[in-house]
């Protein structure tokens, strides 16, 4: 019998080898995208990473800049917060550039930041950490 659990054990274990090698690497990198920008301008991409900078930006958003270790870029979401203190998981459709409203332009200037300083920005579809995405996948 205990033979058995053994072996149920090494099989589990292989899966969850196998399975965290091939997602782990479904992700685009940062640098790729920012040195490829006309390839991936208006496509959907899968990034994990960690926030730097947040702002609220009230009744529009937020706007956060994500690092992967390979570069960074700003997003904007439709999201309030943004949990500072783990990775996470987003997809979201690459923008050359931001559009905003001259309400939004006023409330950055608060922040002494400049449209020009957002470069290309990721509009954000989908965003989870790595718990949810484990709990999705076994649903």
């Known amino acids: 019998m205990a033979k058995w659990k053994l072996n149920i054990l090494i099989i589990l274990s292989a899966f969850i080898i196998i399975?965290?090698?091939i997602w782990m690497n479904s992700f685009d990198n940062i640098e790729d995208i920012l040195a490829n920008i006309d390839y991936h301008k208006e496509k959907i991409?899968?990034?994990k990473g960690e926030p730097l900078s947040f702002f609220c930006l009230p009744f529009t958003g937020s706007l956060?800049?994500?690092?992967?270790?390979?570069?960074?870029?700003?997003?904007?979401?439709?999201?309030?917060t943004v949990n500072k203190t783990s990775s996470m998981y987003i997809s979201g459709k690459i923008m050359t550039h931001l559009n905003i409203s001259s309400d939004?332009?006023?409330?950055?200037?608060?922040?002494?930041?400049?449209?020009?300083?957002?470069?290309?920005v990721i509009q954000e579809i989908k965003r989870e950490n790595f718990f949810t995405t484990l709990r999705n996948i076994f649903k």
């Open 64 to 80: 956060y800049k994500l690092t992967d270790g390979t570069g960074s870029i700003w997003v904007i979401s439709k999201e309030d």
């Open 104 to 120: 939004l332009d006023e409330k950055l200037k608060q922040y002494n930041l400049k449209i020009n300083n957002f470069g290309p």
């Open 45 to 47: 991409v899968h990034l």
């Open 19 to 21: 399975f965290s090698m």
